[in-house]
């Protein structure tokens, strides 16, 4: 058949997604909803990017990559309708963190329990606790409604940005004198020193300092930290603050329920279909070219990969003004998060705690003092990974039993700090040791584990880009860093899901109002797109 004939039977949509992590979903899902002729390109087998669910070990599925929900829209829920495709979340019962000396401090969604727990270590904490409680409340109520908002350009004069920079203001304004003064702390200090003002027990505030960690190369005490606590203290399950669950069936049920909706909605989804590079004419994005060599023609291109592969791997850079592509470059990554996911026979047994228990069915966290966490940042800083490092641990499997056979388990441990860039060595060379040092970390707690190990995954930052191209491994498409937030991200002058290039927008989780498993940047930037090109076909 002729070339022309074949280029008249190729089909044209109104809006090519590359990506099908859970942004580039929802981004079709809105999309799809409101008329639009929506293709999904995504290079692996399996949708999700990092919300997915691989049987790594037969017999045992893990969430690989991300192994919570907290943060997840109500509104796409909502919208999307994401119960009746499959989606349930199932509660984390609470925090334990074993210490040293054979003690612990167990955190648990009973109130009344946790504030007697609380009242063991301090009696002063078990009240500083209520009062921090009611605290966070304001902050978190002030920064939500940021959460579902286009950022707003400080510099520009056009009426939107001004009215949303009022809006801004007005909110701050009606607060408290105290509220003020706690969202200033909140926005510029670091998460332990934040807390240092309301706590004295060590082991507490080490515990809610890893909060402020996750996802950032910095150290407990690194200004801005506390910042990232609020952010992940906002996790809402059913409207709560501060709750954290599972997804039956692993963090891969999410991607797949949103993948649904899409897909009712008309959306079109393609697996193993990696893209090469963004076709570009006179300065607007035409579609898409596909590792194979196939073309796919779109009237809108939406990415929700990284700047970095975006702008620097699908595009040339003829293509965009200098200015923006050194800003793309100093965008800071620096993946500093590992994985080891383990197959069990058994439940490890904790020596504070010896036996099974409702302590097994939330999270258990490896954080003992404010000393250790920052000794572990320490490592870090001069490029190696933690000898003894911060876990965060759960086993789904108590509360899924779908995801392990009868009697068995799986245990997922989110590590930090792994740096992407290591001083000496390479990860390949490294990632056994990695492995180990998680596992004697535990055994320090839970001596039997050893014993009852059957198979392991070892996931470090350069296994996070090979696999889900995640950049530099960054969980987060970029750090959390205040430099880095509402209108400063990804790029300053960009942050409102356009780009330089007419007709290319950018739905990852490098947009505000970030990562984790929130789908938000996917929403909003789908607004954006409706905005400029109307509803129904372009």
Not at 477 to 499: C, K
Not at 510 to 517: D, F, L, R, S
Request: glycine share 10%; aromatic share 8%.
């Amino acid at each position: 058949m002729p070339a022309s004939k074949k280029m008249l039977m190729a089909k044209h949509y109104d809006v090519i997604v590359i990506g099908g992590g859970h942004n580039g979903l929802v981004n079709a899902a809105y999309l799809a909803r409101a008329g639009k002729k929506v293709l999904v390109l995504e290079r692996r087998y399996v949708l999700g990017g990092a919300a997915v669910t691989e049987e790594i070990i037969p017999g045992f599925k893990f969430s690989v990559f991300s192994y919570v929900v907290s943060l997840l829209r109500p509104e796409i829920i909502r919208d999307l309708d994401l119960p009746r495709h499959g989606l349930e979340i199932l509660p984390l019962d609470g925090t334990m963190t074993p210490m040293p000396n054979g003690d612990y401090l167990w955190r648990m969604n009973d109130h009344a329990k946790t504030r007697r727990e609380l009242q063991r270590h301090s009696k002063l904490d078990a009240e500083a606790y209520e009062e921090f409680g009611k605290s966070m409340v304001p902050m978190c109520r002030f920064v939500k409604p940021i959460l579902g908002m286009v950022p707003p350009d400080p510099t520009s004069l056009d009426p939107r940005d001004l009215k949303a920079l009022a809006f801004l203001g007005k909110r701050f304004l009606s607060l408290g004198a105290e509220d003020k003064y706690n969202l200033v702390k909140l926005m510029t200090m670091s998460a332990a020193d934040f807390l240092d003002q309301w706590f004295e027990t060590d082991v507490l505030k080490a515990t809610m300092s890893a909060s402020g960690i996750i996802g950032t190369f910095l150290g407990i005490r690194s200004p801005g930290t506390a910042y990232v606590l609020l952010h992940h203290y906002m996790g809402e399950i059913d409207g709560a603050f501060r709750s954290w669950g599972f997804s039956r069936g692993g963090t891969g049920a999410i991607s797949n329920a949103i993948g649904d909706a899409a897909r009712e909605a008309g959306a079109e989804i393609r697996l193993e279909a990696p893209v090469a590079r963004i076709l570009i004419k006179n300065g607007s994005a035409q579609g898409v070219v596909l590792e194979n060599g196939e073309e796919i023609r779109a009237n809108v291109v939406s990415s929700s990969v990284a700047p970095s592969l975006t702008f620097l791997n699908f595009i040339d850079s003829r293509e965009l003004p200098d200015d923006f592509l050194e800003d793309v470059r100093r965008y800071k990554y620096r993946g500093s998060s590992g994985k080891v996911n383990l197959a069990l026979d058994a439940l490890p047994n904790f020596t504070c705690l010896p036996g099974p228990g409702r302590h097994l069915r939330g999270a258990i966290s490896i954080s003992p003092s404010t000393e250790y966490m920052e000794r572990a940042y320490d490592q870090a800083k001069y490029g190696e990974f933690s000898r003894r490092p911060y876990i965060d641990m759960v086993i789904p499997s108590l509360t899924d039993p779908s995801l392990a056979p009868p009697g068995k388990h799986v245990l997922s441990c989110f590590v930090q700090y792994a740096p992407y860039k290591l001083s000496q060595g390479t990860w390949d060379e490294q990632r056994d040791a990695f492995g180990d040092a998680v596992i004697d970390t535990i055994s320090e707690y839970a001596p039997n584990l050893k014993n009852i190990i059957v198979g392991k995954q070892v996931i470090t930052p350069l296994d996070i880009e090979r696999q889900i191209g995640l950049s530099e491994g960054n969980i987060f498409q970029g750090e959390l860093s205040l430099e880095q937030l509402f209108f400063l991200r990804p790029v300053a002058g960009w942050a409102r899901y356009r780009t330089p290039i007419r007709k290319l927008y950018m739905c990852g989780s490098a947009m505000h109002p970030g990562g984790g498993i929130m789908g938000a940047p996917g929403r909003l930037a789908a607004l954006e797109i409706l905005k400029d090109t109307g509803k129904g076909k372009n």
